[in-house]
């Protein structure tokens, strides 16, 4: 039995809503091939996004794209002229609705539940015309479409902001690490000229093995592509352990997925990892103190020059099958500037960072506020 009101409702209207099915809201519509169009400045959209731009549309008024085929459960609002193809489809908004309202509404509906495909996530127009719903009178959807474009208008611009802070921060480490950017000391002079060293010459490779208890209980870590870091894969007992060469790490030390390298496997350890354990299909480094900052090296291992280093080291026929040739790459020759403006790069590094963690942080309770909001304004 569905409700007929939401548990939120701005305090000037008291009156009923009004029980109906999605037949009752819009019309939907099928999308047609765009392959013979010419390019234009028109989007051409399909249940994953935008295709391409066109010179023709098929509709020109506010509509809700609802997906037929694919992502089915993403629906998007455009007001803009607009082509979309057959695995998506558009609304005519009927005229007793508010469109940002019906996209509003459409975000609340749990649409894989009305999945009519058993393979490739698929809509019908007779099981979503079946959906049942309530709607408000015209006045009180117009004032619930403002509040959602108000917060949806919000989330876009943190979007926004958090894309452009990361392009900065791509930028300027360009810059940075080619030596465009130089930095100063606390007394504004010159730091020395940057010197080349070996990897050899700034890390050493650690071998804390290990005797594992078979009753002991151990914490493994595993490390994310992408220099998505180092994590936890759990607690085992010794004898769950499968590989018995096992060893030590220790905060802040750097390690490398010998099979994963090339996806960008390596990270430091985090204080929270200290005394975990990992196999010998990784590499654990520290760094020679007086030389190396480990959290510069950190960031220095995703630059262009060290990925394509982490590649051509790395022996195989198949991207995935890869094997890190550790003692080649120590040999990689790489310049290096002094301890102290490694430290200067790092902290001004981990200032981009942190306001892009804070935007993030707002993005996230920004969406947690806005779907509060979806369950609490919709029935």
Same mark, same amino acid.
């Given at each position: 039995?569905?409700?007929?009101? !939401?548990?939120?409702? %701005? ?17 939907? &519509? ?31 008024? !506010? ?35 508010? !469109? ?20 490739? !996530? ?21 004032? $619930?479409?403002?509040? %959602? ?73 595993? /490390? ?16 769950? /352990? ?7 790490? &220790? ?11 090339? &996806? ?54 198949? $991207? ?48 947690? %506020? ?10």
């Amino acid at each position: 039995m569905i409700d007929t009101l !939401p548990s939120l409702r %701005f305090k000037e209207f008291n009156d009923k809503w009004t029980k109906c099915n999605l037949k009752d809201v819009f019309i939907l &519509h099928y999308g047609k091939d765009h392959k013979l169009l010419p390019d234009g400045r028109y989007p051409a959209l399909g249940s994953g996004g935008v295709m391409r731009y066109v010179n023709s549309y098929l509709y020109d008024k !506010p509509s809700v794209l609802i997906g037929r085929k694919g992502t089915i459960d993403k629906p998007r609002f455009l007001s803009e002229p607009f082509w979309t193809v057959d695995t998506l489809f558009y609304t005519e908004i009927k005229s007793n609705c508010i !469109p940002y309202f019906v996209y509003s509404l459409a975000q609340k509906i749990k649409w894989k539940k009305y999945n009519e495909a058993t393979g490739v !996530p698929s809509l019908n127009t007779t099981g979503i015309y079946s959906i049942p719903t309530v709607i408000p009178e015209l006045a009180e959807q117009q004032k $619930i479409a403002d509040t %959602f474009a108000c917060v949806d208008s919000k989330i876009s611009q943190l979007i926004e902001k958090q894309r452009l802070l990361k392009e900065y921060k791509k930028g300027v480490m360009q810059q940075v690490f080619s030596q465009q950017i130089r930095f100063k000391d606390g007394d504004g002079n010159a730091f020395p000229e940057w010197k080349e060293y070996a990897l050899k010459e700034i890390l050493l490779l650690q071998s804390d093995s290990l005797n594992m208890g078979d009753e002991e209980t151990y914490e493994l870590i595993t /490390v994310k592509r992408g220099f998505g870091g180092v994590t936890s894969r759990g607690y085992f007992k010794g004898k769950d /352990v499968l590989v018995k060469n096992q060893f030590t790490i &220790h905060e802040s030390e750097f390690v490398i997925s010998k099979r994963q390298i090339v &996806h960008g496997a390596c990270g430091l350890v985090p204080s929270e990892l200290e005394g975990a354990i990992v196999s010998n299909e990784y590499n654990v480094f520290r760094p020679i103190k007086e030389l190396l900052d480990i959290d510069y090296f950190n960031r220095f291992a995703t630059t262009p020059l060290m990925r394509r280093a982490f590649f051509i080291n790395s022996d195989g026929v198949h $991207i995935e099958k890869l094997l890190f040739k550790t003692q080649s790459w120590l040999k990689t020759k790489v310049h290096l500037p002094c301890l102290g403006e490694q430290q200067k790069i790092s902290q001004f590094l981990l200032s981009i960072d942190s306001k892009i963690e804070g935007v993030a942080t707002q993005l996230e309770q920004t969406m947690q %506020f806005k779907k509060g909001l979806l369950q609490q304004m919709f029935v």
